[in-house]
T-cell receptor
């Protein structure tokens, strides 16, 4: 399977919380990241977490890391229509390389 | 925050021609730039790592003679798709990391180039 995997699609109602999940196989990464990509655009870094942390909160975003299960999640509180985008998790590797997940398309409905 | 500018944002070319895509770091020096390719509804695939003043390092399966990378200065890397074919049509994205920064800092991404080969 892929090194970094995500579910392809998530649909939520405006105001609800969104939880995007990511699993990975290589546990050697020091940092794990979440990026947002809007249609036809590049990637915007949302947040990152150091591998020795379990949780990181940044305003509406909460990242949870379970190293034992190699599972990373991104929770977006009070999801808005402007949050509709593709979300990629990524792990950092040697040579400053990033390995990206398959991406999760988040659709926010009114 | 730092800005990476990619040009052009869209290009249509004929089969057999070459296309050059530029990636510029506007307000920081980038010793390393990365070139990615993204197929529709898929993840980003790293094509190569571009190092200023030296040859690029290509990922397995990426033809270096087809995808020419030049990183002539600390603010500019170019990707040239040579003898383009319709299967080269894709979304190409560059990213740059500022000189000497650790991995917990942001890798800044260009806005991408949509290449269509007809």
């Amino acid at each position: 399977g892929e090194d970094v995997e995500q579910s392809l699609f998530l649909s939520v109602r405006e105001g609800d919380s969104s939880v995007i999940n990511c699993t990975y196989t290589d546990s050697s990464s020091t940092y794990l990241y979440w990026y947002k990509q809007e249609p036809g655009a590049g990637l915007q870094l949302l947040t990152y977490i150091f591998s020795n942390m379990d949780m990181k909160q940044d305003q509406r975003l909460t990242v949870l890391l379970n190293k034992k299960d190699k599972h990373l999640s991104l929770r977006i509180a009070d999801t808005q229509t402007g949050d509709s985008a593709i979300y990629f998790c990524a792990r950092g590797g040697g040579g400053n390389k990033l390995t990206f997940g398959t991406g999760t398309q988040l659709k926010v409905e009114l | 925050g730092a800005v990476v500018s990619q040009h052009p944002s869209r290009v249509i070319c004929k089969s057999g021609t070459s296309v050059k895509i530029e990636c510029r770091s506007l307000d920081f020096q980038a010793t390393t730039m990365f070139w990615y390719r993204q197929f529709p509804k898929q993840s980003l695939m790293l094509m190569a790592t571009s190092n200023e003043g030296s040859k690029a390092t290509y990922e397995q399966g990426v033809e270096k003679d087809k995808f020419l990378i030049n990183h002539a200065s600390l603010t500019l890397s170019t990707l040239t798709v040579t003898s383009a074919h319709p299967e080269d049509s894709s979304f190409y994205i560059c990213s740059a990391r500022a000189q000497g920064v650790p991995m917990n800092t942001e890798a800044f991404f260009g806005q991408g180039t949509r290449l269509t080969v007809v």
